[in-house]
DNA sequence: CGCTAGCTTGAAACCGGTCAACTTTTGTGG
DNA sequence: CCACAAAAGTTGACCGGTTTCAAGCTAGCG
């Protein structure tokens, strides 16, 4: 579904002379500061198209459609997952305002998992081959890229290591707190998303777990939680829990 | 220790007019087939340098160090690996003849693990500033950089889930065979480079299971394993263990 | 030889998964 | 607005695979 023809009307705003980039998409900023003229950026900014809105459920790709480009969340959150043998599903991400979806279909030229909307989704899309060829006349793309898809290598292993249920949902907690300062907002109270199912298949846990230590880190005073929203209370603690997975 | 400055005399091979790749650079190797002229090879190949051989246990570079080069590895066993906060070993990957190390440092410019020699190792260097510059004149050197990140960024995943024992060592084993073969070795007969600890420690099973699933695999006519010899018996059992972590 | 590191084997403890029952929330239609 | 059903989440009891701890074994090397 991360096609061309978006839902929305306008793709790019364009204000008379001066443009604007959508503030929330990391890749534009960044090549903003490498400080190229107007003409480059509006180079640029024709490869940019927003899509959507996704509505809660709804797929943005699924796994095995031919890949044709990369997305920056614009707002909402992703959710990638694939479907193992068993049936059971394994989430392999959640993606917040800010961050890139897609990156790993490089290679193959197709998605290797599914991405669906937890919520109401925006996305910046980029046609990766356009991208690709402005790459090349332009050093700062091309090296925003590179960096962009050597993050995602070092972000993979850290669910690798057989860790502890609570070192686990630390780390899911305090991940998620650091991304959602980086964007500006409060890094201490935030809404989950995502279901307790979800969480549970991406930390590798059962739910029942993921209830299980929920209770425990607010019977600890380590947080309060009640639904979906949660209140982080000792961050210092959940941070120290956490410190073994995120390593710094 | 990836050091522009290697130990080997000759970092290229040129034999008056007719100069010869590394035949176990894959990314020389995929440069080859895009039909470039030869004066562009050669301005490729002037940024590949051999250097080596390191001694088992030696370090390539370190986890923190400044990061100039990534590296195909032409001879020998590369692992990689981090040390927690609890002091202990975590090993993020095997790396064989014609595999990449280096890419997930591009990111912090800085390297985010070790990488030790499992035996005599070769490498094939690739300053990564040149390389890139280069990138931007010669379109398939980039297409096949992002294809090499996006790759890793895959393989990842694999440990992620919660996978039992056998499963584990089932993928390891086959993983092993695969990439064996496609460098022209025997699939079903090989040496197990790494100790027992590095394959627990990688696998994130303790030592002392890594030995007793070896030991049942045997029992049950999976393998044959003596000491660091390993021959598979029974491939169709193993890869149908592996199925549900290697998903093709 | 005898030492050491790596490896193997056995017994017991433990963490998290599974199963089952229950509660709460959400969604739907009257 | 309520009634009801379905989905999501919680809680408890039990089970099983892995780890841990401890001891013994083997190969390699001075």
Redesign the pocket.
Known sequence: MLRPNGRTPTPIADDGDEFTFCSTCAFSAACLESGYDKSQLRELHVLVEHIGPFR?GEHIFREGDPFNAIAAVRSGTVKTYVTDPNG?EQVQGFYLPGEMIGLSAISQARYPCNAVALDAVVLCRFSFPSMAALATRMPGVQQQLFRLLSQDIGKAALLAG???????MAAFLISLSRRYAARGFSPNRFV?T???????NY?????????????RFQDEGLIR????DIEILDYGALDELARSILRD
């Not at 995502?194 to 549970?200: E, G, P, Q, V, Y």
């Not at 930390?203 to 209770?215: C, G, N």
């Not at 939680?225 to 979906?228: G, K, L, Q, S, T």
Request: proline share 0%.
């Open positions: 809660e059971r057989n860790y502890t249920a609570d070192e686990r989950l995502m279901s307790r199912t979800d969480i549970a930390l590798r846990l059962a739910a029942e777990s993921v209830s299980r230590v929920f209770r939680v009640d639904r979906r």
